[in-house]
């Protein structure tokens, strides 16, 4: 009997630590919940307004709210600086750690300190694998778009004759891209920069000052020109990405003409963080359960029968990576070997 008391015992002390344990995260889940009521949330959009990731982040400044407890009111607030560093630099350094500011920024960023792509890697002053992603709204895939009037119809009119493409940044899609066609496939773009946003890129191509484009996302191509690419005005020649697209079936991909090992690694490399092509992160340090309710948030937001209706009218591909899938990919692009990093950099980075 004495013995079977000190097992009673024994269990009544585990069961109140396990009754413990479960009010205390109740508590924790119920004060979580309770955070939002009330509150503003800020989105940091590192891009300027009425270009793809722009249209993206206020579709979900839209929809977002309510599925936060609490539903709290949302803004916007675009910082369309070095392709989205000051708003990552931003959100990692200087905003409050409370899961009340949180950003819109370019596919890129993750790996910027990695690539350097804006500039030096040293002026991105995070650790992409320390930032809570929360979620990616759309696989990205780059394409190369001529105008109608330009003399390029086929990839391989690349290789031979010289495409003047804009680009509104050079660590833009419409920047990059081209710089690593040209130097793994031998491909004659010459980029002008200095463009400000995705309107006046439409205008300069419909002007003929440029051919068209050499990154142009399907997600933002397809919001803004699906009339003109259905019309034949804009067409599609190439997709600079690893897997196709399905509004184009039929139009090759970049890789189809990469023969040498090496170059087909390094471009692997180069187009792998694409499928998180819209992501959204939070500064590190947010309490776990904050970050939960936004990752859920945002999965739920995707999933919306009011948000896909408006989505679809605005031509807008909702595919997303929920935030543990894009946390995982950060993780996997930072343990590709340092010489593969390094190559890529060299040609994607202006020096």
Same mark, same amino acid.
């Given at each position: ?65 309510? %599925? ?39 596919? %890129? ?38 105008? %109608? ?47 400000? &946003? ?18 142009? !996302? ?26 196709? %697209? ?10 189809? !003409? ?87 950099? &060299? ?5």
């Amino acid at each position: 009997m004495k013995g079977y008391g000190k097992r009673l015992g024994r269990r009544t002390v585990g069961l109140s630590a396990i009754m413990g344990a479960t009010l205390a995260a109740l508590s924790t889940s119920a004060t979580a919940a309770d955070f939002y009521a009330g509150k503003q949330v800020n989105m940091l959009v590192g891009s300027g307004t009425g270009g793809g990731y722009d249209n993206y982040a206020r579709l979900f400044q839209r929809h977002l709210a309510k %599925h936060i407890p609490g539903a709290p009111s949302i803004v916007v607030q675009n910082v369309p600086a070095a392709g989205s560093l000051v708003a990552m630099n931003t959100l990692a350094n200087s905003s409050p750690r409370d899961g009340l500011t949180i950003g819109a920024v370019q596919t %890129h960023i993750g790996v910027e300190p990695l690539m350097g792509v804006t500039g030096p890697a040293s002026n991105a002053k995070y650790d992409a694998r320390q930032m809570n992603w929360l979620f990616s709204a759309s696989k990205e895939v780059p394409v190369v778009v001529a105008w %109608h009037t330009a003399p390029i119809k086929t990839f391989k009119d690349l290789t031979e004759r010289e495409m003047l493409v804009g680009s509104s940044g050079v660590a833009t899609s419409d920047g990059v891209y081209p710089r690593v066609m040209n130097a793994l496939l031998d491909t004659k773009f010459r980029i002008i920069d200095g463009y400000k &946003d995705n309107p006046q890129l439409l205008m300069a191509t419909e002007a003929g000052e440029i051919m068209g484009r050499g990154g142009w !996302f399907v997600s933002s191509l397809m919001s803004t020109q699906a009339n003109e690419v259905a019309q034949g005005k804009q067409k599609v020649i190439v997709q600079v990405a690893l897997e196709k %697209h399905p509004k184009f079936p039929d139009v090759p991909l970049v890789g189809d !003409f990469v023969k040498d090992p090496a170059r087909r690694e390094q471009l692997s490399f180069a187009l792998s963080w694409l499928p998180m092509g819209r992501p959204y992160v939070a500064p590190p340090g947010v309490p776990t359960d904050r970050v939960k309710i936004l990752r859920d948030a945002f999965a739920a937001a995707a999933k919306d029968p009011e948000l896909l209706a408006e989505a679809d009218k605005m031509n807008l591909e909702i595919s997303q990576l929920t935030g543990e899938e894009v946390q995982s990919l950060i993780a996997k692009l930072y343990e590709t070997p340092p010489a593969v990093v390094e190559k890529v950099r &060299d040609i994607m980075v202006v020096k």
